[in-house]
């Protein structure tokens, strides 16, 4: 069952075009990825669905056309920006927004769920980066939304907060919940989602599983490796598998197509140079990225 459909959503602020139809569906049950670098109109993309901005064109259906009143009863939402004041305490910022809908969830329990049973009475402002996190995910949830929208969820948190929080986001999952998941993280994207929008400059380039976007790049393979032996970059220029040689301080990658590793290897074996520390790797999302836009996420 679709839960989320997009149709050529548009959305302009004055010269600037943010999100340029943009097409994508959700099916229920699913984390589903919206994957972009800051800027790509990623967050314009979801407050268009959680009903927040007024699209300029195109069309939006969540769970078969709810809005209003009857959406946000059953759409829980963490804002990419958001903070409460630095002392409410954790109980009472669950007891206001459960305040806000008819049927809420348990809240206490929620607390426990989130791992924040012990901060019940702990100022937000005394709270960690990582912990304000899981109470905005209890908040998100407070509700007992069918989807739950998480914008740039674990941005600034440290490794192993970020963990903890995905940990928590996949257990919301496993309860049924549908979770749209606004990020920029490879990593995160990788691990959590069954399948990924890419947006890039307001437009969506793909939409495909993690290992089906990253098919798309697995054309292009790299070696690293330390050469021990005079080594001239001319003997592997002249390869047809090779499209191209660096060198980064005494490594050298090569980047090419087909059978690289065996044209490499053997070339470099016939120039008298032997391979110490060779490395093969593997396609990344970052790689399907890089293939999809012609440019790092960084970027």
Known sequence: MKVIEV????????????????????EEGEIFGVLGPNGAGKTTTVECVAGLRTPDSGTVRVLGGLDGAE???????????????AKIKVWEALDLYASF??????????????????????????????????????????????????DELTT?????A????????????????TIVLVTHFMEEAER???????????????????????????AHQRLRFRPIGAFDGAVLDAL?????????????EVTGT???????????????????????????LDDAFLALTGKKISE
């Open 258 to 284: 087909g059978d690289l590793l065996v044209a490499v290897t053997t070339a470099l074996a016939s120039a008298g140079v032997v391979p110490a520390d060779l490395r093969v790797e593997q396609a990344t």
């Open 101 to 150: 809908y008819r049927a809420p969830a348990d809240w206490g329990a929620l607390l426990e769920r989130v791992g924040l049973g012990d901060k019940r009475d702990t100022f937000y402002g005394k709270l960690s980066g990582g912990q304000q996190q899981r109470l905005s995910i209890a908040l998100a949830l407070v509700g007992a939304p069918r989807v739950a929208i998480l």
């Open 156 to 160: 600034g948190l440290d490794p192993q």
């Open 162 to 177: 970020r963990r903890d929080t995905w940990e928590l986001i996949e257990q919301v999952r496993a309860d049924g919940v």
């Open 7 to 26: 149709s050529n959503l548009r959305k302009r602020y004055r010269d600037q075009l943010a999100v340029d139809d943009v097409s994508f569906t959700v």
């Open 240 to 252: 047809p598998e090779v499209t191209e040689v660096s060198r980064e301080g005494g490594r050298i």
């Open 71 to 85: 959406l946000k009863e059953r759409l829980g939402v963490q804002l990419q920006s958001s903070a409460l004041p």
């Open 192 to 218: 959590l989602c069954d399948r990924l929008a890419v947006i890039d400059a307001g437009r969506v380039v793909a939409v495909d599983s993690p290992s089906g976007l990253v098919s798309r790049a697995a």
